[in-house]
């Protein structure tokens, strides 16, 4: 079968399938892409030739399967949609990416290393200088002259799980091959990425056809080992302050049923990450909210306290531990089920390599009483059951019910807090809370919200009640600002039957809104929420923690006397802009205004822009946590030096071996 190697790649990408628990889907169900002149005559070529067969005499089973493609304008955001979709999607669907070569190409670097930091699986096919070097340079092509084979597309390879760049067309089906084992493999996956030289691309050869036969990738369930199972037990069951911390793992695994049942079974406590926030309904007696540097302080007064934390699907991030902070208790020991050894082995755990809703099913099932069932002695014969956890050999482990008791209270006091913060009644500007509040109110449970940095994803993990495990989707692995309105692209085309809302602040905004033309162009609704203070809110308020007195984080005029920017405020109209993109715009200035407008705007057809200014320096409720962020050990201003002082404080608790 002779075919250009771009028509190779679309042929083979359209057939390729993944299976888990028996359900088949399409692996690569789509294709974004920006043409160039890197691509355009290879991959773009093959994409149309592709999509023209469509409207040709043949049979519908004779026609090569399709692989739709979708015009992004920027090529970070494309990243981004195809990052929200996959995840979107558990991680078994990855959408593919072709840019042209040059800036086009490492445009797509920022969202590589988003989707490996967050082991979210996408493909992308940067286009590549001529392998033949027969016209070298060429346009936008990188000289270096340590070596003719060094590309601008090498700085993919820290940030991909699977990184190739196809010389020869002999070499593109062990390329292809390498690439969907990644991103099929639940403990790799992340970011894959196949160079393509642009007179590669154009290139014909001679395929064997069973390289474009109808393949299945199966996507495992690796089970607990005995022996590994049998050692987490033996901790688990020593505990009488045990947590559990929920991250996006159980989520991807489809494990939330199997953590109800853990949690219902043993009465442990469940606190969770940004990832992993819905794996358990927010109102579940066991639900203990966010964990760490800006979760719930409920969850932090728990881990302090925890002699045992059981990690499931979670990678530890610094806003977990707070910064190796938040487990305080002495001899705290950990248990991580995780997919895969690297996050398993973290704090010098009890390893147990599993997917996540085997594991937690094996774990529910030994704690229930059996062989397996051994508790650790009590250190005092008399304590009661009302003290310490329950649990002898044959016989089912549960909490005590003290503690059980302890937290229960602690979560109705806090969410008392929560009211207050959703219901503030702050001025002249709402706060941030109040729109929050009012979002977690009216939106309905399915509905899905979208955000990824600034201020909004730390108020988000502590007071937000999600009641659906796909309802919540902060992308916290990179922070990555301008994620919001292309992944929010990227959530809807996976879940057109859900409404979507992209919480954006005024900073992340400006770096990227190219994504709603995208959203118009193909008909997408998306619901969007553009949250305007006039600035950086979160660096603003974290450069006063440190002692720099919120420097350069205002959008203000220069002020010509004091040579700051500290003027009066810009005249950036971002309703405007999102009007001058297509899209329908709400301007609001009360919680009442808002509320109407989200009501509109859930209601609407087409992409809808609420547009609101908030109060960045409105209170909101503490944590009772920490976030290691260096302060200056040597300052002239009296600020950097008392925060330099409570640094130190807060440092002095750190253990950076548990």
């Not at 190697?5 to 993944?18: D, G, N, P």
């Not at 009644?425 to 729109?435: D, F, I, N, Y």
């Not at 946590?625 to 009296?638: E, H, I, K």
């Amino acid at each position: 079968m002779k075919l250009t190697v771009a028509q190779a790649l679309v042929r083979f990408l359209a057939v390729q399938y993944s299976e888990r628990d028996g359900v088949e889907q399409r692996l690569i169900p789509g294709c974004f892409g920006i043409f160039g002149h890197g691509n355009v005559a290879g991959v773009a070529q093959a994409l149309l030739e592709n999509s023209a067969s469509r409207g040709s005499q043949h049979t519908e089973s004779a026609l090569p399967a399709h692989l739709p493609y979708h015009l992004a304008r920027n090529e970070q955001g494309m990243v981004h949609a195809s990052v929200g979709y996959a995840r979107m999607r558990n991680r078994l669907q990855a959408m593919a990416c072709t840019a042209s070569i040059g800036p086009g190409s490492t445009n797509m670097v920022t969202g590589a290393a988003l989707a490996t930091i967050n082991r979210i699986p996408v493909l992308l096919l940067p286009s590549d200088y001529f392998a033949t070097r027969v016209a070298s340079p060429v346009l936008q092509e990188l000289e270096d002259p340590r070596g003719y084979d060094v590309s601008v597309n090498d700085a993919f390879r820290p940030v991909s799980r699977f990184f190739d760049r196809v010389e020869r067309p002999e070499q593109l089906p062990s390329a292809l091959l390498g690439a969907m084992r990644v991103l099929t493999d639940p403990a790799e996956t992340g970011a894959v990425t196949i160079a393509l030289p642009q007179d590669v691309q154009a290139e014909a050869y001679d395929w064997p056809e069973e390289l474009f036969a109808r393949r299945v990738w199966h996507v495992a369930r690796p089970v607990p080992e005995p022996a590994a199972l049998a050692r987490a037990v033996d901790v688990l069951r020593s505990a009488s302050k045990p947590l559990l911390v929920a991250g996006g793992g159980v989520i991807y695994s489809e494990a939330t049923a199997a953590l109800r049942a853990f949690a219902e079974a043993t009465g442990i406590p469940v606190a969770d990450t940004q990832a992993g926030k819905g794996a358990l309904a927010w109102d579940h007696p066991c639900a203990v909210g966010g964990v760490g540097s800006t979760g719930s302080p409920v969850a932090n007064a728990l881990a302090r306290d925890a002699d045992v934390v059981l990690g499931v699907g979670t990678r530890y991030s610094d806003f977990t531990t707070a910064s190796r902070t938040a487990f305080q208790h002495p001899d705290v020991r950990f248990v991580n089920l995780n997919i895969t050894s690297f996050d398993a082995a973290k704090h010098a755990a009890t390893m147990l390599v599993a997917d996540a809703r085997e594991g937690l099913t094996a774990l529910t099932e030994a704690l229930g009483g059996g062989p397996r069932s051994v508790l650790k002695p009590a250190t005092q014969g008399a304590e009661s059951a009302d003290s310490r956890a329950v649990g002898t050999a044959g016989t089912a482990y549960h909490v005590s019910r003290e503690y059980a008791a302890g937290f229960a209270a602690h979560r109705d006091e806090w969410n008392r807090v929560v009211e207050r913060a959703y219901h503030l009644g702050h001025g002249p500007l709402p706060a941030q809370t109040e729109v929050l509040g009012a979002l977690n109110e009216l939106l309905e449970p399915r509905d899905v919200l979208v955000q990824a940095a600034g201020s909004m994803p730390g108020d988000l993990q502590m007071l937000w009640r999600a009641a659906d495990e796909k309802a919540y989707h902060v992308e916290y692995g990179y922070s990555c600002m301008g994620y919001e309105i292309a992944g929010a692209l990227g959530i809807k085309m996976a879940a057109p039957d859900r409404e979507v809302f992209a919480l954006v602040g005024d900073g992340s905004y400006l770096m990227m809104a190219s994504e709603i033309v995208t959203a118009v162009s193909e008909g997408i609704k998306l619901n969007l929420v553009i949250v305007q203070n006039q600035g950086f809110a979160s660096i603003g308020a974290l450069s006063e923690s440190v002692g720099s007195q919120r420097f350069g984080t205002a959008y203000r005029y220069r002020d010509p006397n004091t040579g700051q920017l500290d003027g009066g405020v810009l005249p950036v109209d971002l309703a405007a802009n999102a009007a001058s993109l297509g899209a329908e715009v709400i301007r609001v200035r009360t919680i009442d205004e808002f509320r109407e407008a989200i009501r509109s705007s859930r209601a609407a057809t087409r992409t809808t822009a609420i547009h609101i200014e908030t109060d960045p320096l409105a209170p909101v409720p503490s944590s009772e946590s920490w976030w290691d962020v260096p302060v200056a050990q040597v300052a002239a201003l009296d600020s950097t030096q008392q925060a330099r002082k409570t640094y130190e404080e807060h440092k002095a608790t750190q253990r950076p071996l548990i």
